[in-house]
């Protein structure tokens, strides 16, 4: 059973979207299932008056109880339509990837999967600390009177009285504002994804990994537009470290500052965050499988851009409202991939007797799995740099505070 979470910043996104069709992946061998799961301020709004209702003194994480609450029903339905229920993969990019994380984290999901696939996405540190509650709850009482009106007491009633469309509006608004993303709340998180994983306190299952080439075409609205600009960003980013990153993402021209600060947006909020998970899982002596995919899809303008690899998982490359020309080299990457994940969600290893080996992710080694016009294996991919935000990240998380902006990204951008 593969359990798909789709991704969307958790802010948008829906499970049924043509390119999440699992009919390709269900001919495998495989009984695909899409979720969907509250978002925005439906899913991730805390409130006091909302943890005072609540038996478990607790609010905020509405959209990870709807997606283990989807994973329940899994385990207590899956078995009439052919599934096996103790061979359950959960899988998701981008926020999706952020959840199946969420999950791996939370205590009240144990026994409800046995393998985890994230793709482009993690909660590790890159994307700003998750919130404890007190601070969640103080975000949700501004966003609670600024729906409600100064003028007015807010209450429970009052506020679920609001139309969706005036919810939706006051979580988007400056006034208002909340940032969609799970809470420590001592209940569905009794701590930050990164404290449980450094501990070793994560659901101990297999896991496949990886990213893309150009992530940080997501970032290409904030590229500093000279080499002075990218210098003072870099001095009032990175402190002390900043000649260090300097020389690690040197450029020379206009063109090279964008290039290497697009980069490094995707080494950060990506790489780093992969291979920093994969290094975890390998720590409670499970397997972490790491990739990364290069594959340009033809006619792109941003290169391998966020969520370009969903297609060719999924197997979808040919089917009506394709946003690329995909070539016969394109479904052969596509046949490859869609083998490995099938394959680790039968066995916990992507590795079959048809298709290239995959070496298991190694800290010494550093090895993932290339998916460009071929796969090939790499030996300390990009190691100087991932290792640089090792140092960056080993600090304590109030000490970036410029990474809160990162997880603004709200899914899969047009090519």
């Given amino acids: 059973v593969m359990v798909w979470i789709h991704g969307g910043g958790l802010t948008e996104g829906a499970g049924s979207r043509s390119h999440y069709d699992g009919t390709a992946l269900a001919r ?42 989807a994973l329940d029903w899994v385990q207590r339905n899956i078995a009439r339509f ?7 993969t959960i899988f998701g990019e981008s926020a999706g990837s952020w959840s199946v994380q969420t ?11 046995h393998r985890a696939i994230g793709q482009s996405g993690g909660v590790l540190a890159s994307y700003g600390s998750t919130p404890q509650l007190a601070t969640a709850e103080a975000e949700g009482e501004r966003f609670a009177t600024t729906l409600i009106g100064a003028a007015s ?57 990886g990213w893309n080439a ?4 997501l970032a290409a609205g904030r590229a500093p537009e000279d080499m002075a600009a990218y210098g003072a960003w870099a001095r009032e980013t990175f402190g002390d470290d900043a000649p260090a990153f300097l020389e690690l993402y040197a450029a020379d021209t206009p063109a090279a500052v964008r290039e290497a600060f697009l980069q490094a947006y995707g080494d950060q909020n990506f790489g780093w965050e992969m291979r920093e998970w994969a290094r975890l899982t390998v720590k409670v002596d499970q397997p972490a499988f790491l990739y990364h995919f290069s594959r340009v899809p033809p006619g792109s303008q941003t290169g391998v851009y966020h969520g370009a690899e969903i297609r060719y ?18 479904g052969w990457v596509s046949d490859l991939m869609a083998s490995f994940w099938v394959a680790f969600a ?3 290893s992507p590795n079959t007797p048809d298709t290239p080996p995959w070496l298991a992710y190694t800290p010494l080694r550093d090895e993932l799995l290339d998916f460009g016009d071929t796969g090939v ?5 990009r190691k100087a740099k991932l290792d640089f935000f090792d140092r960056y990240y080993a600090e304590p998380m109030d000490a970036h505070p410029g990474d809160e902006g990162a997880g603004d990204e709200t899914g899969v951008p047009q090519p």
């Fill in 313 to 330: 998982v999924f197997g979808n490359l040919y089917a009506p409202g394709a946003p690329h020309d995909y070539s016969l080299l394109d």
């Fill in 28 to 69: 495998r061998g495989v009984v695909l299932v899409t979720v969907n799961y509250r978002l925005g301020p439906f899913g991730y709004l805390a409130h006091p008056l909302l943890t005072a209702e609540a038996a478990q003194a607790a609010s905020g994480n509405y959209g990870v109880l709807d997606q283990i609450a």
């Fill in 153 to 209: 007491d807010v209450t429970l009633p009052a506020m679920r009285a609001a139309s969706a469309v005036d919810v939706m509006a006051t979580a988007a608004s400056a006034e208002g504002r909340i940032r969609s993303r799970p809470v420590v709340d001592g209940w569905v998180l009794p701590d930050t994804a990164r404290a449980i994983f450094t501990a070793g306190q994560q659901h101990a299952v297999p896991v496949m990994l």
């Fill in 346 to 348: 039968t066995t916990g």
């Fill in 82 to 88: 052919g599934g096996d229920p103790d061979q359950v």
């Fill in 377 to 381: 294996h790499r030996l300390g991919f």
């Fill in 103 to 113: 999950l791996l984290a939370t205590p009240l999901a144990q026994g409800l999967f």
């Fill in 214 to 217: 150009d992530e940080g075409s």
